[in-house]
């Protein structure tokens, strides 16, 4: 990874001369096209990373791991969508860890714009700037870029096989490719007679592929067009495999556990209890923890549960208030970035009211159904890997390392995600699993972590606090100058996944803070880094999933210091600022009926946050049924330009919400003795049938680039719930979990 | 230390620990690996199948303790042969990253068994223990309406 650094320093080259039209060398570099991976076999054509045809039909290699987002799907129907094949007749598989599935979009994410605001420009320059994701060979799931990154590339692809599918038809036939049509996976000649395109594949594979335009979407059949899912009938049959389900012959099972205080040394253990229980077969020192290689994975866990360890201490203060403080310490520091500095925030207006708070979120962690797990078998020159992940080249990367192997000697299997919500991107449950098979060269050896490992072992969403500080006058906003403190999950991941130290302004810290789409005249926001060694990462929504609360709160707070509706307060600053956004405050404020009135015994509140591209609003209800409080209705609109898949869309809209209520209502990892003190969903539980909401969800169209779908539903729900239990009580929520303030529904 | 077990139908023989709970004989011994570990402590109702028609959470149930026949998501239904529970799950577009949807669909097979129309407040009792990370309640509801409506109907 040494030549990371190298080509980082070419980025502004590659952007900049890309725009103005020059082909510098480092354009040229990062544009050399990646090797196909997927090496075609005799009898095979490849016609390009993404679409493998042969007699078997066609398969797609989807880059990105189906983590319950419908992407598998999507992905599909893009393809499709040139092809001219139909959705059942494609085999989707996940594609190897390959350079050249990079994710040009997460690169595009990095530039400092707001993104709402984004010009044509800036917008060419993003892409530009994509690139760069192949130079780092990202193949990483998240972001909610997968659709952003794809819509392009997918349907070039498609496009391109079909025209070189119908040049092989052209050629054997003795006509012009003009005078072929495609259907259903068929060539069609002038007479009517359909040449299958499995019959073409050898042929295909002598041809160079063709370049060809792109359809008009007034001719698409499957895109803006919702599809079943193609997972669908393995999901509900118990058929689908997931990391944990793998089953290869001689296998073994093994558990894990690391040091609870995160981070700190293992002194010693003492095994002899455990080496005579029943299933053991081998116990392996990891260094920094213990594994039991067992025929069982229950019995291996009974056996490295009862294995006695001395561990050393954690490199952060023990308890969650020595953690705070250190958070709060980052104040007294200079910002890391201020993104945002409009207008004087340094003096109040002249009349204005001026108000302040401050809010303190908690650490979180993700808690995917499926508890992290992988598969490794080692057999002294090559390792095989299966897991669900959302960086397989990263990951073949660590594991190689860990192994001590050239990556080409590392094959990654990516199954299925039971969650991925960005745990699945890091890299320990890997190479964890590689170091206990190891143990047991040529053995097949599934390592699964108990729950209370998984959620003892987290990288967690940062605990963060904010001062804010605004200003009303005549019932409008005229300042908000607001400050956020937290560890910087972006620094930290990048010294994880490349022992490089991370540097510079962190986006992230600040996203859904500084690049709201409110028109306020003096309005400064910036980013504190807090300097601790807490294990933390992207929680699905990321930065966002604090600064949606903390912005949103504060908006709330400021309507009513201001004496107006919290919607129409939000609108009137929102529309000359963007139209999208407000478009999405219009939306739900329709389908609720909103008229900023309720009845004794109701509540409710609107939240507003632009992530990753989509704007999204909520309103939340709630209700008190004798003492006790319900989520009872949600109302969600978003405009993330063109919804390819408006059902799947939807989904993954209430779900983010659903993901975020879970954190607003029940999260919240604390630490005593430098451990994490949760240990299981009944100490870290989620909203559950009884305490959903009913959920109605539109999907608008207007914005001009195409937003993300898997993460802005999560961060406008933490404050819309909050803002509702204000509008029910009139108590504040500055904290979360919202159950050790209210009488919730559990 | 064999204990016999009727498995969807099928008899097996398990040569496990008899305090090994079922869940992990299922996955790790017999193979079926549709029904799912999540908490291990009756919390989250991934790994529920039936020990004679009652729902039951396999981690919690250890193989000396297993009364009677057991069946699992695969002895339900299979890709090609769905019971209505799970046409009316594909049908809803229930699933998403599906990992909870063996044991949801297990929970609701039996809830249907006993009570074959069911309320919004009936599910919500019975469906309770079924956590969902990825928060697919309000399809997962429809979906069990929908089955219950079409059981009437056959």
Redesign the interface.
């Known amino acids: 990874m040494a030549s990371v650094g190298k080509i980082l320093r070419r980025t502004f080259l590659i952007g900049s001369a890309a725009i103005v039209g020059g082909v510098a060398f480092g354009a040229y570099y990062v544009s050399r096209p990646a090797a196909n991976p997927l090496k075609p076999g005799e009898g095979q054509a490849a016609l390009n990373p993404f679409v493998l045809i042969d007699q078997n039909g066609v398969t797609l290699f989807a880059p990105r791991a189906e983590m319950g987002q419908g992407v598998k799907t999507t992905w599909a129907a893009l393809i499709a969508e040139e092809l001219d094949v139909d959705l059942d007749q494609i085999t989707v598989l996940h594609g190897p860890a390959a350079a050249a599935y990079y994710n040009s979009a997460l690169m595009g994410e990095s530039l400092p714009n707001k993104g709402y605001d984004i010009s044509d420009f800036q917008h060419n320059l993003g892409e530009a700037l994509g690139v760069l994701g192949k130079a780092l060979s990202l193949q990483v799931t998240g972001g909610s870029t997968s659709m952003k990154d794809g819509f392009e590339r997918m349907r070039q692809a498609g496009a391109s096989a079909r025209e070189t599918l119908k040049q092989a038809a052209a050629d054997r036939l003795g006509v012009d490719r003009s005078a072929l049509k495609t259907a259903s996976g068929h060539v069609i000649a002038p007479n009517g007679d359909q040449i299958p395109y499995t019959e073409l594949a050898t042929d295909v594979a002598k041809l160079e592929p063709i370049e060809a335009p792109l359809r008009d979407p007034s001719e698409w059949r499957y895109l803006g067009q919702t599809q079943p899912r193609l997972d669908m009938v393995e999901k509900a049959t118990g058929t689908a495999e997931f990391g944990v389900d793998v089953r290869l012959p001689g296998m073994k099972f093994a558990a894990v556990r690391m040091n609870p205080k995160l981070g700190g040394a293992m002194n010693g253990f003492d095994d002899s209890t455990a080496q005579s229980m029943p299933g053991v077969e081998k116990i392996v020192d990891l260094g920094t923890g213990v594994a039991v290689i067992a025929n069982n994975t229950w019995l291996a866990n009974q056996a490295v549960e009862a294995i006695d360890v001395d561990w050393g201490d954690a490199p952060y203060p023990p308890d969650t208030d020595g953690i705070f403080a250190k958070i709060a310490e980052a104040f007294d520091d200079a910002p890391n970035s201020t993104m945002r500095d409009d207008g004087d925030v340094d003096v109040t207006p002249e009349g204005a009211t001026e108000i302040t708070a401050e809010y303190r979120l908690p650490y979180l962690a993700h808690a995917t159904m499926e508890p992290m797990n992988a598969t490794a078998l080692y057999t002294g020159g090559a390792l095989e890997l299966w897991c669900g992940n959302q960086a397989p080249t990263l990951i073949r990367f660590r594991v190689a390392n860990t192994a001590g192997l050239d990556t080409e000697a590392v094959q990654i299997h990516t199954t299925y995600l039971g969650g991925g919500f960005g745990r699945r991107g890091e890299l320990d449950f890997g190479e964890i699993a590689t170091k206990v098979a190891m143990a047991m060269p040529g053995t097949p050896v599934q390592t699964t972590w108990s729950r209370e490992e998984d959620m003892r072992h987290d990288y967690f969403r940062p605990g963060a606090i904010a001062r804010m500080r605004g200003a009303v006058q005549d019932g409008k906003a005229v300042l908000i100058d607001g400050k956020v403190a937290a560890q910087s999950c972006t620094q930290q991941a990048v010294t994880r996944y490349t022992g490089m130290p991370g540097a510079g302004p962190d986006k992230v810290l600040v996203e859904g803070f500084f690049n709201q789409p409110y028109a306020v005249p003096n309005y400064r926001m910036s980013g504190h880094i807090a300097k601790l060694d807490v294990p933390v990462g992207f929680w699905r929504s990321v930065g966002n999933s604090h600064n949606g609360f903390f912005h949103e709160t504060f908006m709330d707070e400021m309507a009513h210091a201001a004496g107006q509706d919290p919607l129409e307060f939000r609108l009137e600053l929102m529309r000359s600022e963007h139209a999208p956004s407000a478009g999405c405050l219009e939306a739900v404020k329709e389908m609720s009926g909103w008229t900023g009135k309720t009845p004794d015994g109701v509540g409710r509140g609107v939240a507003f946050t632009y992530s990753f591209g989509t704007p999204v609003a909520q309103v939340i209800e709630v209700v008190d049924e004798d003492g006790t409080i319900r989520i009872n209705k949600a109302w969600i609109a978003c405009d993330m330009g063109l919804a390819l898949d408006p059902e799947n869309v939807k989904a993954q809209m209430f779900g983010g919400m659903m993901y975020g209520l879970s954190a607003a209502c029940y999260g919240e990892i604390t630490f005593a003795d430098g451990e994490v003190e949760q240990f299981n969903f009944p100490d870290y539980d989620a909203l559950r049938m009884h305490t959903a909401p009913q959920v109605e969800v539109r999907v608008l169209e207007t914005n001009r680039h195409m937003g993300g779908a898997g993460e802005p539903g999560t961060p406008p729900s933490m404050p819309a719930l909050g803002n509702a239990l204000f509008d029910l009580t009139g108590e504040r929520a500055r904290t979360l979990p919202l159950i050790d303030q209210f009488n919730l529904l559990v | 230390m064999a204990t016999a077990l009727k498995i969807n139908g099928k008899q097996h023989q398990v040569d496990?620990?008899d305090d090994?709970?079922l869940?992990?004989a299922l996955?790790?011994?017999v193979?079926?690996?549709?029904?799912?570990?999540?908490?291990?402590?009756a919390?989250?109702g991934?790994c529920t199948v039936h020990i004679d028609g009652e729902a039951v959470r396999s981690c919690q149930v250890t193989l000396s303790d297993v009364w009677g026949d057991v069946t699992?998501?695969?002895g339900i239904?299979?890709?090609d042969a769905?019971n209505a529970l799970?046409q009316a799950?594909?049908e809803h577009?229930?699933?998403?990253?599906?990992?909870?949807?063996?044991g949801q669909?297990m929970q609701a097979a039996a809830l249907l068994a006993e009570n074959p129309a069911p309320s919004d407040a009936e599910?919500?009792?019975a469906?309770?223990?079924?956590?969902?990370?990825?928060?697919?309640?309000?399809?997962?509801?429809a979906a069990i309406h929908d089955a219950a409506g079409k059981l009437k109907e056959a």
């Open positions: 496990l620990p090994v709970p869940l992990w996955r790790d011994e193979g079926l690996t549709g029904t799912k570990f999540g908490c291990g402590v919390a989250c991934a699992t998501i695969e239904g299979s890709p769905m799970q799950w594909v577009q229930v699933a998403q990253c599906g990992y909870c949807q063996s669909i599910i919500d009792e469906m309770q223990g079924n956590l969902c990370r990825c928060g697919t309640y309000p399809r997962i509801r």
